[in-house]
């Protein structure tokens, strides 16, 4: 059974300044990798996705696969207050079920 | 972007009684899926639907579940009977295609099982 890690519980980022957030999966044939953003009160939203080894960066987010690795990441660049929420890392399964992570809580100080 | 939405948002409910938790699924989706997130710990999955048709559940989809949609209304989750550990808030989510597409979520419903 999938297993999504995610580190570190939660994060305090000075606004302007770089969050980092870490992912591991336990499954090797896993295909496709999210980062999911909740706000307090509201569902998830799809941030992003990353299906191939390396980088992909969508404005100030920049994902990283390693496959061989077991490992996702995500880094926040130029924070803002309004970046502020609970990050999720997905990994789709069998029959596109999302298995999620237990979040990432990221705090952004004006 | 794309909407799901979610009715009720809040429902109390005695336990042993039934509960149909709603949702509005994006237009055109064809793949829709039901998550259960209790306070304070992770999103989980219960099931997703296909064509009409329960493709995969989880554990957590117990036989006291059950899930439709009824000539392309809303897609629901009945719970009967509804137990104390059934209080959590439910998101319901679609997609266009499965595996490898955006899923889209709604706010929840915060189930509470008195």
């Known amino acids: 059974q999938q297993k999504v890690q995610q580190s570190p519980e939660s994060l305090i980022v000075p606004e302007g300044g770089m969050a980092s957030l870490n992912c591991t999966f336990s499954d090797r044939n896993s295909q496709y990798f999210w980062w999911y953003r909740q706000h307090s009160g509201e569902g998830p939203k799809a941030l992003m996705?990353?299906?191939?080894?390396g980088d992909k960066k969508e404005g100030r987010f920049t994902a990283h696969l390693n496959k061989a690795s077991l490992y996702v990441s995500l880094h926040i660049k130029d924070s803002q207050p309004s970046d502020s929420a609970l990050y999720f890392c997905a990994v789709t399964g069998f029959a596109s079920a999302l298995t999620f992570g237990s979040g990432t809580k990221v705090i952004v100080l004006p | 972007g794309p909407k799901v939405l979610q009715i009720p948002s809040h429902q109390i409910i005695d336990m042993g009684q039934m509960v149909t938790l709603n949702c509005d699924p994006v237009s055109n989706h064809l793949y829709f899926y039901w998550y259960k997130q209790i306070l304070g710990q992770q999103m989980e999955f219960l099931v997703n639907f296909y064509n009409g048709k329960v493709m995969e559940k989880s554990k957590l989809f117990k036989d006291q579940f059950s899930v439709e949609r009824p000539d392309g209304s809303y897609f629901t989750l009945k719970i009967q009977p509804t137990a104390l550990e059934d209080s959590a808030v439910y998101f319901c989510?679609?997609?266009?295609w499965g595996e490898g597409d955006t899923q889209y979520f709604g706010p929840g419903t915060r189930l509470l099982v008195l």
């Open positions: 996705s990353i299906f191939s080894n």
């Open positions: 989510a679609s997609s266009d």
